[in-house]
């Protein structure tokens, strides 16, 4: 490793080769989601979605090349423009007025719609088997006119056109509801799905149930109620998705804003907006049975980052969007640590941290919690100082006091810099991302300095350092064991 000691004296290079050389590389560690079994309910499953899947136009690039690479989760954007509600062809799919065109379904050079869309995946799905049904997120975009968009009558008019495209490869709504009410007469569907959950895979896809319609969207600054009045008078077959603020898990267990109990005891996804601490919130939605789509980015990640689809998957989202420009460049990883249809909550999003270097010890808060607690390896137990919550900015926090955060002792990454505890304040040095091979990157200097154990082998009572991260390398990786997650109190 590149040290920055004087060679003036070899007494101290032979010192510093001591305490810092590390052990040889070990066989590659992977981090890896579970693939779905039969057996999984929806509810148990997460999905990696192109965002705006219709819109990452290369030369011959088509709607269903993301199905083809293995994407299992679509997002179409559908325009409240014109009067489409009395077309064959269903509404513009666009992110707004001015973006109608020709996009990545097959309207051979024609301004896109619904139907052409739906067609494409109607024909890929007529030669194609299935590990998972589709999940088809279309979201309800205005036109200029943003106040008149997506009124109740036009959710309706737009669910009752899906349905009559989609035919029996729908899995619906209703059909849901079916399910709980078979098993409970209560009118408080919630209840009931977080008692026993979605239907298998198993019971759906030999059925045929190859397709769930979801809608998020709608007027601007008025998503939610709207929602609530199309449900409230139609009988919808697509589920709503209405807006679910960042961190407020409540609005999965209780009331949505902007739309009442009974209402939200009948609704079953919720659309989120990844920000700071969305993992308490996805974590209530995997708890509650519910499906949750998020979008955009957290923390100082790109979407398409392993940190970052690491952190959905570990906490609980179903849908997970990302932004990958084409097709051809989906992240390496989606095709081994983090396939593209998994097993929610199948990584570690509240873990304890062991050495791959000596698997017996674990990181640990030593000296109590305050700004400068040491950061050490002990032998591993279950105790609140080796729990750690791995949160949607990066942040490791540990159990026993979650105001604080594991950091280094320098406001800028180097070689040696000593781990401890600090407060929360948003800066670099408190920021990691989880790699694939175990590994775990800080912000500062572009993600290039790891967590480290010094010396040869990592020992009971060694404080644990940052340095330059290195592939394969022993005294940087670490196994992460799932522990019972726990409310978080401070932010």
């Known amino acids: 490793m590149p040290n920055k000691i004087s060679f003036s004296c070899l007494f101290s290079l032979i010192l510093f080769f001591s305490a810092n050389t590390h052990a ?18 929806i509810d148990q499953l997460y999905y990696l979605q192109p965002h705006n899947s219709y819109e990452r136009l290369e030369a011959g690039e088509t709607l269903t090349d993301w199905l083809d690479k293995g994407f299992r989760s679509l997002e179409l954007d559908v325009v409240d423009h014109g009067p489409w509600q009395g077309s064959s062809y269903g509404p513009y799919v666009a992110h ?64 009752q056109y899906i349905k009559q495209q989609l035919g029996e490869l729908q899995f619906s709504y209703q059909g849901l509801l079916a ?50 009045s199309a449900l409230d008078n139609y009988n919808l077959h697509a589920f709503l998705c209405p807006d679910i603020d960042t961190a407020d898990p409540e609005e999965f267990s209780g009331n949505i804003d902007s739309i009442d109990s009974n209402s939200s005891k009948r609704i079953f996804c919720g659309n989120v907006k990844a920000g700071d601490h969305y993992q308490v919130t996805a974590n209530e939605a995997a708890n509650t049975k ?3 789509h998020l979008w955009n980015s957290s923390g100082d990640f790109n979407n398409t980052d392993f ?21 051809a460049n989906t992240p390496s990883y989606t095709s081994q640590a983090i396939p593209f249809v998994g097993v929610r909550r199948s990584l570690s999003g509240y873990m304890r941290l062991r050495s791959v270097s000596n698997s017996d010890l674990c990181m640990t808060v030593s000296q109590g919690y305050s700004n400068g607690s040491n950061l050490t390896l002990s032998n591993c137990n279950t105790s609140n100082e080796q729990q ?34 600090w407060d929360c304040d948003g800066g670099n040095s408190e920021k990691w991302q989880i790699q694939q091979d175990g590994t775990i990157q800080n912000r500062d200097k572009n993600w290039s300095y790891c967590i480290d154990v010094p010396g040869n082998s990592a020992e009971e009572g060694e404080r644990l350092q940052i340095y330059k991260c290195s592939n394969n390398d022993i005294n940087q990786q670490f196994l992460l064991d799932s522990v019972p997650d726990w409310a978080q109190t401070n932010f």
């Open 24 to 41: 040889s590389t070990s066989p590659s560690l992977q981090i890896i989601a579970d693939a779905p079994q039969e057996q999984h309910r």
């Open 96 to 159: 707004g007025q001015s973006d109608i065109g020709n996009h990545m379904c097959s309207s051979n050079g024609a301004d896109d719609r619904l139907v052409h869309c739906l067609n494409d995946i109607k024909a890929w799905l007529a030669n194609n088997e299935l590990n998972a049904p589709l999940m088809l997120y279309i979201d309800m975009k205005p036109d200029s006119n943003w106040f008149a968009a997506w009124y109740a009558d036009e959710i309706y008019l737009l669910d």
């Open 179 to 228: 399910h709980l009410e078979a098993s409970s007469s209560s009118s408080d569907y919630r209840s009931t799905l977080k008692n026993i959950g979605w239907p298998t895979l198993g019971e759906l896809l030999p059925r045929g149930k190859k397709v769930l319609v979801m809608f998020t969207g709608g007027q601007s600054g008025n998503v939610n109620n709207r929602m609530e």
């Open 290 to 292: 519910q499906l949750m």
């Open 307 to 327: 940190g970052y689809a690491y952190l959905a998957v570990a906490h609980g989202a179903s849908a997970i969007g990302m932004d990958p420009s084409t097709v």
């Open 388 to 421: 750690f919550v791995y949160t949607a900015e990066g942040q490791l926090r540990p159990k026993g006091n979650n105001k604080y955060c594991v950091d280094y002792n320098t406001g800028s990454a180097d070689n040696g810099d000593r781990m401890h505890l």
